[in-house]
C-alpha cells in the first residue's frame, strides 16, 4: 500500500528557503513519476515541479523554475523540493504525488502548510 507523508513545511520569510520532504513508504520513487503541488486558499491545486523515476527527467513551473528543485535521496524513497528566494504569493498547503509509471495510479499525501510572510 502506498502511502506518501510531508513535511518539512513551515514560516519562512520572503525571500527566504524551505526544503520540504515527501517520505514513501513500501516503494521507491524508481517506478514512479514524483510530483510536488500546491494549494493556496481558494485556489486550485496547481503544479510545481516533478521528476521522472526518482532521478531522471525534471519538470517545472515556469513561476518556480530556478528557484525550486526537485530531487529524491535516501534510496529514492524520499522526495525533496528545495524552495529558495520564496514570495508571499506561495503561501499554499504543499503535496507530493506519485504516479505509477505502469499503471497511471496516483497516490496524494496529506500536505505541509508553508506560510511566506514577514
Known amino acids: 500500500q502506498v502511502h506518501l507523508v510531508e513535511s518539512g513545511g513551515g514560516l519562512v520569510q520572503p525571500g527566504g528557503s524551505l526544503r520540504l520532504s515527501c517520505a514513501a513508504s513500501?516503494?521507491?520513487?524508481?517506478?514512479?513519476?514524483g510530483k510536488w503541488y500546491r494549494q493556496a486558499p481558494a485556489k486550485e491545486r496547481e503544479f510545481d515541479a516533478g521528476?521522472?523515476?526518482?532521478?531522471?527527467?525534471?519538470m517545472y513551473a515556469d513561476t518556480v523554475r530556478g528557484r525550486f528543485t526537485i530531487s529524491t535521496v535516501n534510496v529514492r524513497k524520499t522526495l525533496y523540493m528545495q524552495m529558495n528566494s520564496m514570495q508571499v504569493v506561495e503561501t499554499a498547503v504543499y503535496y507530493c504525488?506519485?504516479?505509477?509509471?505502469?499503471?497511471?495510479?496516483?497516490?496524494w499525501g496529506q500536505g505541509t502548510k508553508v506560510t511566506v510572510s514577514s
Open positions: 504525488k506519485a504516479v505509477a509509471i505502469s499503471t497511471n495510479n496516483e497516490y
Open positions: 513500501e516503494f521507491t520513487f524508481n517506478y514512479y513519476v
Open positions: 521528476v521522472v523515476r526518482g532521478g531522471g527527467r525534471t
